[in-house]
């Protein structure tokens, strides 16, 4: 019998990574269990809050102060929403979560749910991600024939139950309100603030919302504890982060490296580098909502603070890379139409303000573009930052703004020459 045989014969049994088997061979729901026997839902939230676990799903709050949160006291019901609404266009990090280590999403979320006190928790995940519901159910059905999921878990009196909601498919959705409005059976309309969701969220109750990858840290912080994963990243973002990794790059995909990691390392020694050898142009370092930073950035850490000084955020870490080729002008319009075609429409200045980037943009693209078009983008962004409910409106105003700030030569070759700078084009990941 050939060697290769014999390996598959001895293996054939063995269960796959995202089985409940494997999990639990590799310690899986230790952590639960040792937060349910060992340890009150007070003693686990001053556990995280230690940690200095940040939200990864790109606002960066630390997730135990959002936790701590919570009205004590209160009469009404307390509900946990999973974010797994993954949208951001250069993120893909929760999807792989979902796909291929369920049971850590599912531990996390339990976990969670004890901390604060929640009998039933929602994963809301994007409609587009059947694959990664699946994997939930799945992971849900056998949580629950081993005891993990249902009424009195461990014997100690603890309900939870945890439902997966496919959503119907849209970015707004991935904004904390307009998931819960959607959740509810409403269209995705984000609502205004305050009551946050924390007093008043699902049905009117209080409600905590955690990101996907987010929720996937807390077995391990419980497990190793605070001081564990404190001391990984830097001390203001600790532990480690998945930064999705896209665009003209040679090792395109998701990579799990501690907080604060050069970008330069990331790209080079992580992702093999730029493309056929072609010199780096802009970077995008956390989701298209954020500002692009110029080649002459690459040397900046990857955490929340030294993203912040040098002009960007780290937002959900989607890492877009573009290279020497790539026109600026079209890149910065395919975002442009990404926006406009996702505003729900509820607010004027991002309803209205992302048409008319969209319309400019095409414009300038097209060779029928002004000057004078440049400093109107500019004036409809001014106009559209911080005058919307939800964070959209903010979101489609940095690739504009950001593009005409460092890359303005650019922009006006298009207006002068009515084409793309020679040796530039439409970039790849479009």
């Known amino acids: 019998m050939a060697e290769f045989e014999k390996f598959l014969l001895k293996y054939i049994d063995f269960p796959a990574q995202d089985r409940i088997e494997t999990y639990i061979k590799n310690g899986g729901y230790a952590a639960f269990e040792k937060a349910i026997k060992t340890m009150s839902p007070e003693e686990v939230v001053d556990t995280v809050i230690r940690s200095g676990l940040r939200g990864r799903g790109g606002a960066g709050f630390p997730t ?65 991600f059947a694959y990664a519901a699946r994997q939930l159910d799945r992971a849900i059905t056998e949580a629950r024939a081993r005891g993990f999921v249902g009424k009195n878990l461990f014997g100690r009196g603890v309900d939870i139950e945890i439902i997966v909601h496919r959503g119907g498919g849209a970015y707004i959705c991935g904004e904390e309100t307009a998931l819960l409005t959607s959740l509810e059976g409403g269209i995705g309309y984000p609502r205004v603030k305050p009551p946050f969701p924390a007093v008043s969220g699902l049905y009117g109750c209080p409600t905590i919302i955690n990101n996907v990858e987010t929720l996937a840290n807390i077995p391990h912080i419980v497990n190793r504890g605070a001081e564990w994963f404190a001391s990984i990243g830097t001390p203001k973002s600790t532990g480690s982060k998945i930064f999705c990794l896209s665009g003209q790059i040679n090792k395109p995909g998701n990579y799990e490296l501690p907080m604060g990691v050069p970008l330069r390392e990331l790209l080079y020694e992580h992702g093999g580098g730029i493309e056929d050898g072609r010199n780096l142009k802009a970077v995008i370092p956390g989701g298209s909502s954020v500002p692009v930073l110029t080649a002459d950035k690459v040397d900046v850490h990857m955490d929340f603070e030294s993203l912040a000084e040098a002009g960007s955020m780290l937002g959900s870490a989607g890492v877009i890379v573009m290279d020497e080729s790539t026109c600026i002008v079209r890149a910065a319009l395919n975002l442009a139409r990404f926006y406009q075609h996702e505003s729900c429409g509820q607010c004027t200045p991002c309803r209205q303000g992302t048409y008319w980037i969209l319309a400019i943009m095409h414009r300038i693209e097209h060779g029928q573009g002004t000057m004078e078009d440049l400093d109107t983008l500019l004036d409809i962004c001014d106009n559209i930052d911080g005058n919307t409910i939800c964070p959209l409106g903010d979101a489609a105003v940095p690739p504009i703004r950001s593009t005409i700030k460092q890359f303005r030569d650019e922009y006006e070759y298009h207006v002068v020459n009515k084409k793309c700078l020679p040796g530039t084009a439409a970039p790849r990941f479009e």
Not at 75 to 84: G, R
Not at 100 to 110: A, C, N, R, S
Request: glycine fraction near 8%; charge should be neutral.
């Open 64 to 128: 135990g102060r959002k936790w701590s949160f919570l009205p004590k006291g209160t009469d009404k019901p307390v509900y946990l929403c999973v974010n797994a609404d993954e949208s951001e266009p250069g993120t893909f990090k929760d999807r792989e979560l979902m796909e291929k280590e369920p049971h850590m999403v599912i531990e996390g979320t339990l976990i969670t749910a004890y901390a604060i006190k929640c009998k039933v928790a929602f994963i809301y995940i994007r409609g587009e």
